[in-house]
């Protein structure tokens, strides 16, 4: 069955330290893949998207994140976090990108 | 620009009552759909349209009604509200199958 799979429920992270969340797929061919931020009460915000070419993707306030395909595996980078990061995230893919698959989503609390 | 609009934000319902929850677009987007979100569950697809007159059923359709009589609203109806319907729901929008989707706020539902 086609699936997203975030293993880490909850993360926390230091102002200033870099941050890896991890997300893993399964699909037959390469979907398409997205990471969405959500903060409290709020919707979701798209960060960045992949569906073919460069496996290294930048979005919005400093992610990126690399598509393996040996590894099955769409991870979202940060540098240096912010305490404004603090959030939950969301791994999603899909066969076409508007009938997404989500992951259950990491939680980010980022101390000072 | 409003984007994807949900009313109401907040709604508290009786076991076997029903309602609709309202969606609108203003960005001519001709793909929506409904997400619900569980904790611990992501978000999971309740039911989706590819354009007007267009509907289909998600990976969660059962206990919901939609229809697409225009391209900008998509209402959901909720025909006979149980408490397993407690949720947060939300509505997204997209310009088709390649484009991500846009997120309306969202709508938490608490039916007693």
């Known amino acids: 069955a086609q699936s997203v799979t975030q293993p880490d429920i909850h993360i926390t992270v230091s102002e200033g330290a870099s941050l890896e969340l991890r997300c893993n797929y399964s699909?037959?061919?390469?979907?398409?893949l997205f990471w969405y931020v959500q903060s409290p009460g709020q919707g979701l915000q798209l960060l960045l998207k992949?569906?073919?070419?460069?496996?290294l993707v930048q979005g919005i306030k400093g992610f990126e994140a690399e598509f393996k395909r040996s590894q099955s595996s769409f991870n979202l980078r940060k540098p240096s976090v912010h305490w404004s990061d603090a959030a939950e995230y969301f791994c999603?893919?899909?066969?076409?990108?508007?009938?997404?698959?989500f992951g259950t989503g990491t939680r980010l609390q980022v101390t000072l | 620009n409003a984007g994807v609009t949900q009313t109401p934000k907040f709604q508290v319902l009786k076991t076997g009552q029903s309602m609709t929850l309202q969606c609108a677009q203003d960005?001519?987007?001709?793909?929506m759909s409904w997400y619900r979100q569980d904790p611990g569950m992501g978000l999971r697809l309740i039911h989706y349209?590819?354009?007007?007159?267009?509907?289909d059923q998600g990976e969660v359709p059962n206990g919901y009604n939609v229809s697409r009589s225009t391209t900008e609203d998509f209402p959901l109806r909720l025909l006979s509200a149980a408490p397993s319907q407690t949720s947060v729901y939300f509505c997204?929008?997209?310009?088709?199958?390649?484009?991500?989707?846009?997120f309306g706020n969202g709508t938490r539902l608490t039916v007693t």
């Open positions: 997204a929008s997209s310009y088709g199958s390649n484009s991500p989707l846009h």
């Open positions: 699909y037959g061919a390469t979907p398409y």
């Open positions: 992949y569906f073919s070419g460069d496996t």
């Open positions: 999603a893919g899909a066969g076409t990108a508007s009938k997404l698959t």
């Open positions: 960005m001519n987007h001709e793909y």
């Open positions: 349209s590819v354009g007007a007159g267009i509907t």
